[in-house]
């Protein structure tokens, strides 16, 4: 552990790599691996990705990769070296272009044309590019369409045609998963109340009237600085991807006063792929400062959105994020295992009173408690009760604890003038 930090300490600050990008031949494997361990835990595809890149590096990286981060983590990356070796890893494309005949965008490229590894200068074109707004032609929106077309982004059936609407200055169509009833609208709308004003219902889903969608600021800069980092490690031939789920939403079914009607939110699509508490400690790293809120959301993404003073982050209870012991089971209603282990635990002894705790999807925590039911001869479990109470005790990956701990003393680092 301490070795790991003197490993940092030994780095210049590692912000300033983002903005000078060394030629690759002044980088040797060794000081690619320091400067990406300057960065926090790395994932061990980007270590095996540099032992692709300096062959002659290979003892020093690994001796490096004992010393600092262990033996497991350097047999994992030699055990991915073999795949990437073979190309089946470099050759990867992004998602192909959808066909976007029905949204046409001033800025979208050829139909039908699937994006390409780009040469320098447009990777260079796209870092020198400051947007300062979300629509148009040079706006937030149409940046992260020109990233997706050199292979950093990609972007569901949903978010993809929602950026063409902005960079067109469109209202933003979101279509519906489910068709809705007038109840169920009359009722989203009394419970979400004023902020749903902008949403207009359409025979295929909702018209959301937007001319700014806050959080695309924040995914350009989180962007920005993963393809700095791509270019400073040598910019390989794969490139660092960033998945956009959910983005803009009608949401009016849901009655939620949900930052997704506001274009304050966005889904980011980890969950499933490689499901790992790593993709959220890479986001954390480069996050811009602020106030960090951690809660538990759907189970198939992570949310993030922008709120007063900083940022929202939606876990799953799935993986290693939110504890999936302590997830109240879709699959077995209003049970969890921590049910399982209290009854275990309890044996004979059935004179005492259980308690469990749990987290109940898109609420967060509660708690429960039973009884013996001599009656029954089983366990008679009260309702969960939502305690309010921070799920954070819940983070299943010390890894990501620490993470979160470590943005955070940033940001008050960043708060002090
Ligand atoms: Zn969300």
Redesign the pocket.
Known sequence: MGELQQERDRQSDPAAHGHAAPQAAEVGGELATRRLLAFGHPQPRQVARILLQFPDDRLAIIALLHRTLGNGFATEVLSILPELEAGADAGKAPDPLVTMAETPISSAPPQGVAPVAAPDQDVADLRAWKPTQTGGDRGYAAWLLRARQLGFLSATGRSLPELGDFVAGRMIHSPNEQPLTQEDEDAGRKAGGHKLDKVHRTPTGYDVDLKEAPILATIVTILSARIGEWATNGGGKRRPLLRLG?FVRGDVGFGAK???NEGA???LDFVGQKNSAQDVIDILRVLPPGRLEVFS??ND?L???RRPGGFGL?LPSKGDYLSPRHAINPDRPWRNAEQDRVEREAGDDHGKTLHANGLVLYKGTATASATWDASRSRWEWSKWVLTGASVEPYLASPALHAAIADYRARSAAARKP
């Open positions: 959910d949900s930052p997704h939110a966005i889904d959301d759907n993404a949310h993030l959105d939606g």
